[in-house]
C-alpha cells in the first residue's frame, strides 16, 4: 500500500518563498508527481522526479530522495494566483496515488 | 483546455436514478481513468483503462459501471447510487503506463474539469 504524508495547510506571504514537504511510503516506486489543484478545478501538472535531486521549472523547484522516501516542492516569487492545493503523487505501479494535499495561501 | 473534456459539468440524480458521465480525449493517449474526490479526501483511483482493457478497479461498488469503448472515449454508468457517494468524478489520460522508463513522464496525466455529482 501506500502511506503519503504532508501539511494540511500553509499560508505565506506574496514575493517569499514557500517549501512543501512530502513524505511517502510505497511498495515499488517508479517517480513522484507534484499536481496543483486550484478551488473547483481539476488537477494540473507541475513535476516529476524519478531520480534523487532537483529539478528546476521556472519558479517551481521539485526535490526527491528515494532512500528516505521524501519530497519537496520549492515555490519561488510567490504570487496570489499561487494559492491552491498541491497534491504530492508518488507512483508505487507507474499509476500516481494522490495525498491529501496542501492547501497553500498567499496572502499580500 | 487540458485536452480533456467531462460532460455533464453538474448532476443531481436520484437514488434510483440511472446516469452516465461522459469523457473524452483529444490528446492520443491510450491510459484513461476515473477518479473520485470527496470534500477533504484525497483523490481515490476508481478504474483504468490502458489500450481499451481495464487494468484496475480499486474495491469500487458495483453501483458504478466502467466502459471504454476505444481509446478517446470512457463512460462511468451510474445506477442506485446512495448520498455518500456526492462527490466530484474526475477523468484523467495519460499516454500509456507500465512502458515507460526510468526519466520518463509518460504516464503525467491530464484531467478533465470534472463532474459534480449530488445525490438525494
Known amino acids: 500500500g501506500q502511506n503519503i504524508d504532508q501539511p494540511t495547510e500553509m499560508t505565506a506571504t506574496e514575493g517569499a518563498i514557500v517549501q512543501i514537504n512530502c513524505t511517502y511510503q510505497?511498495?515499488?516506486?517508479?517517480?513522484l508527481f507534484w499536481y496543483q489543484q486550484h478551488a473547483g478545478e481539476a488537477p494540473t501538472f507541475l513535476s516529476y522526479?524519478?531520480?534523487?535531486g532537483l529539478e528546476e521549472k521556472g519558479r517551481f523547484s521539485s526535490f526527491l530522495s528515494r532512500s528516505k522516501g521524501y519530497s519537496y516542492l520549492l515555490l519561488k516569487e510567490l504570487q496570489m494566483k499561487d494559492s491552491a492545493s498541491y497534491l504530492c503523487?508518488?507512483?508505487?505501479?507507474?499509476?500516481?496515488?494522490f495525498g491529501r494535499g496542501t492547501s497553500l495561501i498567499v496572502h499580500p | 483546455e487540458t485536452g480533456v473534456t467531462q460532460t455533464p459539468r453538474h448532476l443531481v440524480m436520484g437514488m434510483t436514478n440511472k446516469k452516465s458521465l461522459k469523457c473524452e480525449q483529444h490528446?492520443?493517449?491510450?491510459?484513461m481513468y476515473w477518479y473520485k474526490q470527496s470534500a477533504k479526501k484525497p483523490l481515490e483511483l476508481m478504474f483504468v483503462?490502458?489500450?481499451?482493457?481495464?487494468?484496475e478497479n480499486n474495491s469500487v461498488p458495483s453501483r458504478f459501471s466502467p466502459e471504454c469503448p476505444n481509446s478517446s472515449h470512457l463512460f462511468l454508468h451510474l445506477h442506485t447510487l446512495q448520498p455518500e457517494d456526492s462527490a466530484l468524478y474526475l477523468c484523467?489520460?495519460?499516454?500509456?503506463?507500465?512502458?515507460?522508463?526510468?526519466?520518463?513522464?509518460?504516464?503525467?496525466?491530464?484531467f478533465g474539469p470534472g463532474t459534480r455529482l449530488t445525490v438525494l
Open positions: 490528446l492520443g493517449h491510450n491510459a
Open positions: 522526479n524519478v531520480l534523487d
Open positions: 503523487a508518488p507512483g508505487g505501479s507507474y499509476i500516481p496515488t
Open positions: 484523467a489520460s495519460s499516454q500509456d503506463f507500465g512502458l515507460a522508463g526510468v526519466g520518463s513522464v509518460k504516464n503525467e496525466q491530464f
Open positions: 483503462y490502458n489500450f481499451k482493457e481495464q487494468t
Open positions: 510505497t511498495s515499488g516506486f517508479n517517480g
